[in-house]
């Protein structure tokens, strides 16, 4: 196992075997070729320091993580945390609605278009009202592409954690 990054790092969660590149940081619970920090993702904190990351990814992980009491938004919000202020997460994911979220067993986290909504206390569609059902850490809706017979791919950017804001 590689050393704990240093400030800066990009993050590749949930790599398993597949991770995007020698620049970027592993994390999964599974020892796999590639995997830098071995720590189950439903378990916080992480062993990163906060804002420690420049950029995340999430590519076909946010479905296996548990929505059951709050471990998805914390998960959220740990993501937040290790992100520097506005730094990117990015994911991928399949709708759903889609076959490939219901094929799989252990896909126990179903979102759709109106799901990121709850992160974001500005996004104009809602007017923030899904996010003030349960305040999580605040992020930006910057980028969705979705099919609901396929994949959805979401970039969101980390904002100001100052919830007087967003009242």
Known sequence: MSPL???GHQLDIGCGGNKQGPDWLGIDKRPLD???IVHDLE???WPLEDESVIRAIAS???EHINPANGIFL???DEVWRVLKPDGQFAIMLPHGYSPGQMQDPSHINSSNEA???YFDPLEPKTGGHLYRIYRPKPWELVKMYWEPNANMEILLRKRRD???YYE
């Open 5 to 7: 990054p240093k400030p």
């Open 34 to 36: 590639g995997v830098d």
């Open 43 to 45: 378990v916080f904190p």
């Open 60 to 62: 076909h992980v946010i």
């Open 74 to 76: 914390r998960f959220m």
């Open 115 to 117: 799901t990121w909504a």
């Open 162 to 164: 100052d919830y007087s």
